[in-house]
């Protein structure tokens, strides 16, 4: 198993945040974790990779114990998050900020460089982006940016937070077929998405995160005709409502 994420529980106050989460991911799946606003996705994603402690569970990655390692550990043995509020170096240029990840494998200057035009064309980047500052990105080249940091540390598997949120259908497009290449090349990939056709059409496997805990998990074509899910995303009542409409009560 790529990764074992058992039984994790991270509470913030009083408020379980995530609760007795387990997530299985299999080495060269794409995996879905999908939930309302405020389900604790993105809470289960740092304490996976050691942006946050954990208040009980475990992690394992490819069979070794990381719980409570420190993010740039966890990295260095092969996991790696994008953030769903990407911060880039706004002063350092596009190339810059990708080789701030390329480091992690390349210690020369010249040699993270290189390294990071190479993943800048394996997410799609135009090379007349490369010398750009950070900060003049559009949202869908900061996304991109994010997802080239992350995969410029060579990961094994990626945790991917909301990559395609803002963007416009046709960016959407690029971004899936970004993440199936991605993916084809060798790389595990674990999502958090709103999108829910990018979800249906990437993934093999979905998890549903409601209140901290998962309420569900299964094949697309399951998930999505699945009453607690339905229900988790509109509300007690939908399931029924919508059987109602399309005239089957076990839908
Ligand atoms: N650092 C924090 N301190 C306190 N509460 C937090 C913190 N981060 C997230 N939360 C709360 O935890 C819950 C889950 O948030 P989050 O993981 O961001 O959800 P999601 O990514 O599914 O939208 C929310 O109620 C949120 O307000
Ligand atoms: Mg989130």
Redesign the pocket.
């Known amino acids: 198993m790529m990764l074992k994420v058992s039984h994790l529980t991270?509470i913030?106050?009083g408020?379980k945040?995530?609760d007795d989460a387990s997530v299985e991911v299999a080495q060269g799946r794409i995996v879905a974790l999908i939930?309302?606003?405020?389900?604790?996705?993105?809470?289960?994603?740092?304490c996976i990779a050691g942006f946050?402690p954990s208040n009980q569970g475990k992690v394992e990655l490819l069979g070794q114990d990381i719980t409570g390692l420190p993010a740039h550990e966890i990295s260095r043995r092969g996991m790696v998050r994008t953030f769903?509020i990407t911060q880039p170096f706004a002063k350092l240029s596009v190339l810059e900020n990708i080789a701030v990840g390329s480091h992690q494998l390349h210690a020369r200057r010249a040699d993270a460089l290189d390294h990071a035009r190479t993943v800048a064309e394996r997410v799609g980047m135009p090379a007349a982006m490369l010398d750009q500052p950070a900060a003049e990105l559009t949202v869908a080249g900061r996304k991109r940016l994010e997802l080239a940091r992350a995969l410029a540390t060579e990961p094994k598997l990626l945790l991917l937070?909301?990559v395609m949120a803002g963007l416009n259908p046709q960016e959407i497009v690029e971004i899936i077929a970004i993440i199936r290449k991605i993916r084809d090349s060798g790389v595990t990939i674990l999502l958090?998405e709103h999108v829910m056709h990018a979800v249906m059409s990437l993934s093999e496997h979905i998890y549903v995160?409601s209140y901290?805990k998962i309420i569900a998990e299964g094949a697309p074509r399951d998930i999505v005709s699945n009453r607690d899910v339905v229900e988790a995303y509109l509300g007690r009542g939908a399931a029924d409502q919508m059987a109602g409409v399309t005239g089957d009560a076990h839908a």
């Not at 939930?35 to 740092?46: E, I, M, S, V």
């Open positions: 991270k913030f106050g408020l945040a995530v939930g309302p606003n405020g389900a604790g996705k993105t809470t289960l994603f740092a946050l769903q937070d909301e958090i995160l901290g």
